[in-house]
């Protein structure tokens, strides 16, 4: 039933691990999103893909590699984590288009020590 | 760069008042305007949004407000309950870029019964 789903919901690793979190969408949307929300509450995008095509690529280190293996998952690899990583990431996901609203999954809440 | 500016960052209302959450934006080329309710362990939810062709729009309790000219945009929410509880983000599109979407810095609201 769940239109954006993310796992796992909880990540705790340390310093200097690679991770990845998996998102999928049952929408039929084209576009999908991974989003960073800080601790202060802060959200900002930080990668767009449209039809597994790489859209929008925000200043992001390139520790991070998202990777869409089809329209409806898109992945986030995170090399050599750091503790400034930690934060909760949402995958989202929307038809494309000015207009059309974000659908975002509940989220991966990643802590590194 | 182009941002979004919320206030206030909590706000606190008796069940039964008012709500009103005030953001600005600076890019000009905006146009699009939702948003969203972020309830605690949960992603955003689209709660209303707005074209920058409309003054106004009204969904029950909800009512948002745009003034282009000034750039800024409101969301009105009345006979407020206490599961309107939540933090609420405006969002404005990024000029030109399908579904990037700038994020205000939230507001924790507050229904005390």
């Known amino acids: 039933d769940t239109a954006v789903s993310q796992t796992p919901k909880y990540l705790v690793t340390q310093m200097g691990n690679d991770k990845s979190i998996k998102c999928e969408q049952n929408?039929?949307?084209?576009?999908m999103y991974w989003y960073k929300q800080d601790s202060k509450k802060f959200l900002k995008i930080m990668f767009s893909?449209?039809?597994?095509?790489?859209?929008i690529n925000e200043t992001v280190p390139n520790r991070f590699s998202p990777k869409s293996p089809d329209k409806a998952h898109l992945n986030l690899h995170i090399n050599s984590l750091e503790l400034g990583d930690s934060a909760v990431y949402f995958c989202a996901s929307s038809s494309g288009g000015t207009y059309s609203p974000l659908h975002f999954g509940n989220g991966t809440r990643l802590t590194v020590t | 760069g182009e941002n979004v500016e919320q206030h206030p960052s909590t706000l606190s209302v008796q069940e039964g008042d008012s709500a009103v959450i005030k953001c600005t934006y600076s890019?000009?080329?905006?146009?699009?305007f939702p948003w969203y309710k972020q309830e605690l362990g949960k992603g955003p939810q689209l709660i209303i949004d707005?074209?920058?062709?409309?003054g106004e729009k009204k969904d029950q309790r909800i009512a948002v407000t745009l003034n282009k000219t000034a750039k800024h945009f409101s969301l009105h929410i009345t006979e407020t309950q206490p599961e309107d509880s939540a933090v609420y983000f405006c969002a404005a599109s990024m000029g030109g870029s399908q579904g990037n979407l700038i994020f205000g810095k939230g507001t924790k609201l507050s229904v005390k019964p």
């Open positions: 707005i074209r920058s062709n409309v």
């Open positions: 929408l039929g949307h084209d576009t």
């Open positions: 890019d000009s080329a905006s146009n699009y």
């Open positions: 893909y449209n039809n597994k095509e790489l859209i």
